[in-house]
């Protein structure tokens, strides 16, 4: 996590990486750089209490088994209750939460072998998540074959995404083909079927 002033915002800009999150009280920005990963913005309406989660994979379920002890919010389960658990414990309440949701970006040209689409997955995640959870849906911003910068203003809820339409760098590129590897390979190991 960095911070650092932004001078166009004026205030304070965070920004996360994958397996990261942050909550605030306080009149921040929050940002972070997506590819397959999804990040969901979380926010209490009324009280202007609010977070950004990054994830990689919906649960560690997904994950292999070496990977698959240590909760981490490098998964989306975990990320989601994170965010609303820094929320709550800020003075926000749960029934007035809402989400926006960004990335879900289909990086590599290649399916994966086992047929396991990580951003699918992620964003299935989400949007059950939300449903269950009962958390409105107030925008968002997925899939395609592009990354996104996505800036959150969590105190009023405002949200900006920029498309990314040039190729990762070589090793945002590798780090995707090692995600998609590492849930191909779990798939394999539960003998999983996707069904599209």
């Known amino acids: 996590m960095l911070r650092q002033f932004s001078p166009r915002f004026q205030r304070p800009l965070i920004t996360i990486q994958a397996g990261e999150y942050y909550v605030t009280t306080r009149d921040e920005v929050i940002a972070t750089t997506l590819g397959s990963c999804v990040a969901v913005c979380i926010r209490d309406r009324e009280r202007g209490i609010g977070g950004m989660n990054h994830f990689m994979l919906p649960g560690d379920d997904c994950a292999p088994p070496a990977m698959a002890a240590s909760p981490s919010a490098r998964y989306g389960m975990y990320a989601m209750e994170l965010v609303i658990g820094g929320i709550v414990k800020s003075g926000g309440g749960r029934s007035s939460l809402e989400a ?97």
């Open 100 to 196: 926006k949701v960004f990335g879900g970006g289909h990086m590599l040209r290649t399916a994966p072998a086992s047929g396991v689409s990580v951003p699918r997955a992620n964003l299935d995640f989400v949007r059950q998540f939300l449903s269950l959870e009962d958390i409105p849906l107030a925008s968002y911003d997925v899939g395609g074959e592009f990354g996104r910068k996505v800036i959150y203003l969590p105190g009023s809820g405002q949200a900006w995404v920029k498309r990314l339409g040039q190729p990762l760098r070589t090793g945002e590129l590798e780090r995707e083909r090692r995600l998609c590897r590492k849930a191909s390979e779990a798939a394999q190991k539960e003998d999983l079927t996707i069904f599209d």
